[in-house]
């Protein structure tokens, strides 16, 4: 037997639970599915899919267009945007509430 060595993980239970199921219905199990992850990753010198920020889907930029209009002004980052909005619809949701 090859000079192997442990690895181990803390997942939530479901992701586990999901990642089985489906590793299960390509015909392997879980621990196969993470050495060809890691022979991929090596194979490629680097993830083996791509890695990138979240970019925001239609509805939320609309959401920013309209905000942008509504009180241009410059935001220092991505964020400083999405937070405005995120506390404008938290206070639209108050207001539905009451």
Do not use: W
């Not at 090859?2 to 939530?12: D, P, S």
């Not at 939320?60 to 267009?65: K, N, P």
């Not at 009180?71 to 108050?94: G, K, L, Q, T």
Request: a negative charge.
């Amino acid at each position: 037997m090859a000079n192997t060595a442990l690895i181990q993980v803390r997942i939530e239970e479901e992701v586990k639970r999901k990642a089985d199921a489906l590793f299960a219905d390509l015909g392997f199990d879980t621990p196969t599915a993470i050495r060809i992850f890691l022979n991929q990753s090596i194979r490629r010198e680097g993830m083996p899919f791509e890695v990138a920020k979240p970019q925001p889907n239609a509805e939320t930029l609309a959401t920013m267009l309209i905000n942008m209009e509504r009180h241009p002004r410059s935001y220092s980052s991505f964020r400083e945007i999405v937070d405005e909005i995120d506390a404008e619809i938290a206070a639209e949701e108050d207001n539905v509430s009451h």
